[in-house]
């Protein structure tokens, strides 16, 4: 089974955009096997924390229901970002397609401190089962936290996805994190970073998988888009160069 973790660059608050691009992304995961396929933290908006208030989406956004529509027709698993307008306030969520299913919405439930004028954090954890394995989200912050990893492989899961916007430094932090709770915790990690300007910093992707050992197998560079692409049975993955004209 292969995992498909994204690297793009997200207009800031240009939604209809965006979701060009991200079918752009998909119909390439989908063309390499991939049975999931993630984005980076807020790919739909862009990490633009200002923003969210005004951009916060519903899981009955008509915008969105091109990804179920692609999920039904690949058999795959579509997660994105976007913010979620939740009962407590907007939180920063994961929307996730699945073929014959109705969307779900996962939301970061640790956020950072200078997140907290702008989101509401969400209150339960959430795992993806597929073709065996127990895929369980993270986004960006929350990811980094021992005891969120521990409450993921507690409840059974095989693979940790992080979405995430991070610059150099975080990207620094989860390569030192990442390799270390795999190993530890005995889990698939993949991390799914955007690039380029977000909020008041530049993302500066390194999208990667990770397995069990804590080894890193594969991962992007820190400027452009890719596609990393993980095979769980082979224990292999490989990164993929947009070559389609993603616009």
Known sequence: MKLVAVQMRSAA??????????????????SEGGAAV?????????????????????LEDARLGVFQALSDRHQMLIAVGAPYQGHQGVEIGMFAFRRGEAPTVYSKQILHADELPFFAAGGKSAAFHL?????????????????????????????????????????????????????????????????G??????????????????????????????????DLAAREGRVLLPEIGIQ
């Open 131 to 195: 073709g065996g394995e127990v895929i369980a989200p993270a986004i960006c912050y929350e990811s980094l936290q021992e005891s969120h990893v521990r409450a993921a492989a507690d409840g059974g899961a095989t693979v940790y996805l992080a979405s995430v916007a991070k610059s150099a430094r975080g990207v620094d932090s989860a390569y030192r994190h990442y390799p270390a709770i795999a190993q530890r915790h005995r889990l698939t990690v993949m991390m799914s970073n955007s690039v």
């Open 13 to 30: 608050g240009d939604i209809e955009a965006n979701i060009r691009r991200h079918i752009r992304f998909i119909e390439l995961a989908a």
């Open 197 to 230: 300007p977000a909020d008041d910093f530049v993302a500066t992707g390194c999208s990667a998988a990770w397995n069990e050992e804590g080894a890193l197998v594969c991962h992007a560079d820190a400027e452009g888009e890719a596609v990393v692409v993980y």
């Open 38 to 58: 993630f984005f980076p933290e807020l790919s739909i908006t862009g990490y633009e924390p200002g923003l969210a208030q005004g951009m916060a989406m519903t």
